[in-house]
């Protein structure tokens, strides 16, 4: 009977064991199966960031036609060989982005995932979602829809309509001006640094990535508080006309004293972002 206790014994903790290496085995494919969709996710981000850049550059050049705004890069890509492939590629990054982002919403644990960081990537899932969407509609061939210009007046307007749809925007206004503004300071005090694994990198590539972030961050963010400041103004002249989407903002800085030079500034800024999300894809801790 002894015998018999011991043996059972046994192969009981054979089986937790069992059970035990097949969860954690299970865990950690299901773990690397999401920091491979975060990276495309950055993939993505980087292509549409570098070409938006680039649209803007031609634009202040004046030798571009097209919008530089995501719809603006979707023509681009949609124009080049292979173009409906790439599309789709698009399509597939940012679904990858929207299931990372949720899945450190609601999946990832530790005490410093606090719930405003949960919220944060909650917020960032759901923006990639349409943003999927958006591009699987236009790869299918649902049209060059709606440019970013004239979405940002619509939605203004339809807000401006409602109770309190003055004060609405003007927050939503003010809530972006704050959101570009802490993008230019964490970038500009090398926040992001703490975000990816510098020990696998030489100096020299540190240096260059650490300059990409600085640089593309700034950039970002002065294009996000822009556009708030024009949905601000909205609000208060209770005009949805002086809403702007992306394009409409970078063309707005070649009317300040800077002129076209400004712009070609925040153009080559928002091309070292997407350099930065290309690098975030390679070294970015996930």
């Known amino acids: 009977m002894l015998w018999g206790g011991l043996v059972t014994s046994s192969h009981a903790r054979s089986r937790s064991r069992g059970r035990g290496a097949g969860s954690s085995a299970g865990r950690s494919a299901e773990k690397e199966t999401l920091n491979a969709a975060g990276r495309a996710g950055f993939v993505a981000r980087g292509v549409v960031y570098v070409l938006i850049g680039a649209l803007a550059i031609q634009m202040a050049l004046g030798s571009g036609g097209q919008s530089a705004d995501r719809q ?77 210009n004239a979405k940002s007046k619509d939605w203004t307007a339809t807000v401006l309509k409602l109770s309190y749809g003055q004060v609405l925007v003007g927050a939503g206004g003010c809530l972006l001006i ?69 394009d409409a903002t970078l063309r707005s800085f070649t009317h300040t004293p800077a002129g076209p030079g400004l712009l070609v500034a925040v153009a080559i800024g928002l091309i070292l972002f997407g350099a930065f999300s290309f690098a975030s894809a390679r070294w970015r801790r996930l």
């Open 72 to 148: 603006g890069a979707l023509d681009q890509v949609a124009a080049q060989p292979f173009g409906k492939v790439m599309l789709w590629a698009l399509v597939a990054g940012f679904g990858c982005m929207a299931l990372w982002r949720a899945s450190r919403a609601v999946l990832s644990r530790g005490p410093k995932r606090k719930a405003g960081s949960r919220l944060l990537d909650g917020g960032r899932a759901i923006f990639y979602g349409f943003v999927c969407w958006g591009t699987a509609v236009f790869a299918a061939g649902g049209g060059q829809g709606s440019s970013g």
């Open 178 to 246: 704050g959101i570009g503004a802490v993008l230019a300071t964490r970038a500009a005090l090398r926040k992001f640094l703490r975000q990816l694994d510098l020990g696998a990198m030489s100096r020299r590539t540190r240096q260059v990535v650490t300059g990409l972030g600085v640089g593309g961050g700034v950039a970002r963010g002065i294009v996000f508080a822009a556009a708030g400041v024009f949905i601000l103004v909205a609000a208060v002249r209770f005009d949805a006309n002086e809403a702007k989407g992306v």
